[in-house]
């Protein structure tokens, strides 16, 4: 798969099992993708949340998509995003963070990653003897 089939690949199946590390414990969990594009992957959680202490302390994460026999994992570094109005824009179009928003400190409760310049590498069942590549993202 090339870059645009694979930002393709997660904007059709935006759930990923996203790992971090705590000390030297890895923890898995299922998050869904808020938005790809060619600026990288936006998830968002609250800062309350064992992710996003984990994120913060150690921001080297993997995410993996999968669908019908391929997957995608897409590793790299994840940056805090503190832009009020992509916090906005997600409260807006996720009504249900609203109410914790506002009872928990404002958009200070937000925790907002994007994972930029991820190296992304495929499998499938197709091409389960294939080389390993990996694209940047």
Known sequence: MNKD????????????????????????????TYRV?????IFYTNVTKDVAKQIIQNPEVEACYSNQGTQVRVSGKMERVKDPALLNEIIEKRPFLKP????????DYMAVFNLKN?????????????PKTFTTL
């Open 5 to 32: 089939e694979i930002l393709a690949f997660i904007k059709a199946n935006p759930m990923a099992h996203l790992a971090t590390v705590e000390g030297n414990k890895p923890h898995v969990r299922g998050m869904e």
């Open 37 to 41: 594009d060619e600026n990288g992957l």
């Open 100 to 107: 914790a928003v506002e009872k928990f400190g404002g958009l």
């Open 118 to 130: 991820g190296q992304a590498t495929t499998w499938s069942m197709q091409d389960m003897t294939a």
